[in-house]
């Protein structure tokens, strides 16, 4: 049992100006988490948040794949349990977190992001590949949910604030 989340989204803004929200630690660190990131293949890193019930608050990377303006991805690993990502993914419903709390597992995925010209503004496809097994394609769900409706909402307002 296999899946993997991917997301296309078109912004009306410059390949450069998207990269850089990806690939400028304290930009990325304002739509998604805060972070070491250095876009230099084979860089360790980590995305930090405050710690929650059910997660350290890390995941650990490395940067595995790298054109600039063009793509890059990296591993993307940790330790949470299903309560965790429901919480990213903005569910308060305590049943729902009560179930979630007994799905522990250890990713160990890819999160990649291309970048392509299109018209006057760039199209951005997210790929996090990886999750196998039963609880990890449950996870992807959840993850996937929270990709699409919290975290990468974020990224629009910050494009557009960049401009200024």
């Known amino acids: 049992m296999k899946r993997d989340v991917r997301i ?11 990269w850089r929200a990806l690939t400028e630690p304290a930009t990325l660190g304002r739509w998604f988490m805060e972070n070491d990131l250095r876009p230099e293949l084979g ?5 930090r948040m405050k710690p929650q019930r059910g997660w350290d608050g890390i995941t650990h990377c490395e940067v595995i794949e790298l054109e600039p303006l063009r793509r890059i991805a990296f591993t993307y690993r940790g330790e949470a ?5 429901l919480r990213c993914a903005g569910v308060g419903d305590e049943r729902a977190l009560a179930a979630g709390k007994g799905v522990f597992t250890s990713l ?8 392509a010209a299109k018209g006057d503004g760039t ?13 990890q394609v449950i996870v992807s769900f959840i993850m996937g949910a929270g990709w699409k409706h919290s975290v990468l909402p974020r990224l629009g307002p910050v494009l557009e604030a960049m401009g200024r």
């Not at 160990?108 to 970048?115: Q, S, Y």
Request: aromatic share 16%; no cysteine.
């Open 8 to 18: 296309e989204r078109t912004y009306p803004f410059p390949p450069d100006r998207v």
């Open 43 to 47: 860089h360790a890193f980590t995305f």
């Open 81 to 85: 349990t299903g309560e965790k990502a």
């Open 108 to 115: 160990d995925t890819v999160l990649r992001f291309t970048l």
């Open 123 to 135: 199209r951005l496809v997210m790929e996090h590949q990886g999750f196998v097994g039963f609880k």
